[in-house]
């Protein structure tokens, strides 16, 4: 079975500071990693995702994340946030290619910038 | 094109009535997805349809809930005898096979 482990709940900010927000996971077989972005009042949006090849990801909106197999992370991470990141963030995992089953989300992890 | 569209966007139910939540996923998607958003969490996954195939049901909490796809378009998620801890968001998504899901804006259903 699949598990995600988002370690914060809540990550405070300044704004253009640096941000990294951690992910866990946890499964048998070969994994495809996603993360979501929930703004206020919105629906879900794929900020990136890992299905192979490199494991430094590029995404929507300058974030970034690092698939690392040997700790199974796959922290997302931001040189300089500004003010409209401010939003619920998802790691999620799959077990098939490009996510054709049910995706397993973590709890979420609210990132709140500061001005 | 449109994205993920879901219907109603609030519903409001007391308990023990039957609700129906409607998704109309991008075009060309085969794949259609539900979830449970409840206050505070992840999100649960509930049901998936791929094709024309059978669904995969592993995620219904009871059988009070079911899920109907016509072909690649709409489905429906019906709740059945509703509770209070039916009381979520649920979110609809859809996918070309072997591709990242892409969400719908959800329904808020609250059971009073």
């Known amino acids: 079975a699949q598990s995600v482990t988002q370690l914060d709940s809540q990550v405070p900010v300044f704004e253009e500071a640096p941000v990294e927000l951690r992910c866990n996971y946890s499964s048998s077989v070969s994994v495809y990693l996603f993360w979501y972005v929930q703004y206020p009042n919105q629906g879900l949006q794929l900020l990136l995702k890992?299905?192979?090849?490199?494991?430094l990801v590029k995404g929507i909106n300058g974030f970034e994340a690092e698939f690392n197999k040997s700790q199974t992370s796959f922290h997302l991470r931001k040189p300089s946030v500004h003010i409209s990141d401010t939003a619920e963030y998802f790691c999620a995992v799959s077990d098939s290619g490009g996510g054709a089953d049910g995706l397993t989300f973590g709890k979420g992890t609210h990132l709140i910038i500061q001005p | 094109g449109a994205g993920v569209s879901q219907s109603p966007s609030n519903k409001v139910t007391e308990k023990g009535k039957d609700v129906e939540l409607r998704c109309d996923p991008i075009?060309?998607?085969?794949?259609l997805y539900w979830y449970r958003q409840r206050l505070g969490q992840g999100l649960e996954f509930l049901i998936y349809f791929q094709g024309n195939s059978a669904p995969d049901k592993s995620g219904l909490p009871s059988d009070r809930f079911s899920a109907e796809r016509t072909g690649e378009s709409v489905s429906t998620l019906t709740i059945q005898r509703t509770q209070q801890e039916d009381s979520a968001v649920y979110l609809c998504?859809?996918?070309?096979?072997?591709?990242?899901?892409?969400f719908g804006p959800g329904t808020r259903l609250l059971v009073l």
């Open positions: 998504a859809s996918s070309a096979y072997g591709r990242a899901q892409y």
């Open positions: 075009s060309g998607h085969t794949a």
């Open positions: 890992y299905l192979s090849g490199s494991t």
